[in-house]
T-cell receptor, first 118, second 110 residues
C-alpha cells in the first residue's frame, strides 16, 4: 500500500516551453501533497505544499507564477513549470501524506521526474 | 525554524566494518525519519522513530532516537556493498512538514 506515482519520469524540453508533472496517490487519498526539488548531490528542498481544493502554499523564494500547482482531487496533484529555462533543470519529487492513523501521518514519495531544459 | 544536520556528509568504509551516521535537529520534533536514496532514484523509507528511546532495526541497519539530545543515529553493522547509497534523515516540524538533513553519501568498498 501507500504507492505514489509520478509522470513523466524523465522529460527534456526546449527553453521557453512549459512542462507538466503529475503526482498520483494510487491506493490512498491524500489531502496534502508536497513538491520537492533536488539538485545533484544535494538534499531535498521543499518547494510547496499542495492541499486538495485550495491554493498551494509556496516556500520562500519559490515563484508561484513559475511553478504552478494544482490539486484538483484527493489523488492527483500537478506541477507545471512555466517558461522553463536551463536553471530549472532538476530532479522533482512529490510526496503524498496518508492521513490514516496507521501510517503515522507519514509522507510517501513518488519516483521523481528528471527535468532537463535545453 | 527547524534545522537538521547530518554528519558525516561522506563516508567511505570497508565491507565488514561498523559505522554510525548522526542526525541532529535544532527544535522539538515529534518524529524522525530515515530514508535511503540510490543514484537517480527517489527516496525509500527506512525507519520512522516516534518517541524518545525508540530503536528500530532492519537487517544491518539500526536507528535510534534521543529526543532530549535531539539526536538520531543510524548504525551500520558489518557493512556490505549493497548498502552503498545516500542516507537522509528528516524531522517533522511544527507545521507537520519535513525538514531534511544534508544527506550522507555512503560508499562501501570490498
Amino acid at each position: 500500500g501507500a504507492v505514489v506515482s509520478q509522470h513523466p519520469s524523465r522529460v527534456i524540453c526546449k527553453s521557453g516551453t512549459s512542462v507538466k508533472i503529475e503526482c498520483r496517490s494510487l491506493d490512498f487519498q491524500a489531502t496534502t501533497m508536497f513538491w520537492y526539488r533536488q539538485f545533484p548531490k544535494k538534499s531535498l528542498m521543499l518547494m510547496a505544499t499542495s492541499n486538495e481544493g485550495s491554493k498551494a502554499t509556496y516556500e520562500q523564494g519559490v515563484e508561484k507564477d513559475k511553478f504552478l500547482i494544482n490539486h484538483a482531487s484527493l489523488t492527483l496533484s500537478t506541477l507545471t513549470v512555466t517558461s522553463a529555462h536551463p536553471e530549472d533543470s532538476s530532479f522533482y519529487i512529490c510526496s503524498a501524506r496518508d492521513m490514516s492513523h496507521a501510517s503515522y501521518n507519514e509522507q510517501f514519495f513518488g519516483p521523481g521526474t528528471r527535468l532537463t531544459v535545453l | 525554524e527547524l534545522k537538521v544536520e547530518q554528519n558525516p556528509l561522506f563516508l567511505s568504509m570497508q565491507e565488514g566494518k561498523n559505522y554510525t551516521i548522526y542526525c541532529n535537529y535544532s527544535t522539538t520534533s515529534d518524529r524522525l525519519y530515515w530514508y535511503r536514496q540510490d543514484p537517480g532514484k527517489s527516496l525509500e523509507s527506512l525507519f520512522v522513530l516516534l518517541s524518545n528511546g525508540a530503536v528500530k532495526q532492519e537487517g544491518r541497519l539500526m536507528a535510534s532516537l534521543d529526543t532530549k539530545a535531539r539526536l538520531s543515529t543510524l548504525h551500520i553493522t558489518a557493512a556490505v556493498h549493497d548498502l552503498s547509497a545516500t542516507y537522509f534523515c528528516a524531522a517533522n516540524n511544527a507545521g507537520n512538514m519535513l525538514t531534511f538533513g544534508g544527506g550522507t553519501r555512503l560508499m562501501v568498498k570490498p
